[in-house]
């Protein structure tokens, strides 16, 4: 691996951290219903457009330190097909939280694009 390709590497992990949280937390919000890693792995695989994916394995600690800090709840429910499931949904402090955290999201994205405006690509 070229000295480039390690820096960005570094800058897509470094990236990658805050913006999962937010993606996980809009992906529940927008479900309606509780669900468990494997349904919200793939559906950020779906509507992320492939930039999220390969990280289902990064989700279940976020997923707990989400509930931990109050703003998603679980429950387990047994599976048929396997072990059971623990599912998770968005609570009225993490939709909060959420709406908060993309206004923010916005500021930083306008912020970041109008400084890179006129780059060469």
């Keep these: 691996m070229s000295e480039i390709e390690a820096h960005l590497k570094k800058f897509q992990k470094e990236l990658s951290t805050g913006t999962v949280s937010l993606a996980l937390m ?3 919000a927008k479900a309606g219903e ?6 919200i792995a793939k559906e950020l695989e779906r509507v992320g457009e492939g930039v999220l994916s390969g990280k289902q394995s990064a989700l279940y600690p976020v997923l707990r330190n989400l509930e931990a800090a109050g703003l998603l709840e679980s429950h387990v429910e047994p599976s048929v097909a396997g ?3 623990r599912y998770y949904r968005i609570n009225e402090n993490g939709r909060d939280a959420l709406r908060q955290w993309v206004a923010a999201w916005r500021a930083t994205r306008n912020s970041v694009d ?3 405006e006129g780059m060469i690509e």
């Design 26 to 28: 809009a992906v529940l």
């Design 34 to 39: 509780p669900m468990y890693g494997y349904l």
């Design 83 to 85: 072990p059971p499931r």
């Design 114 to 116: 109008s400084v890179l």
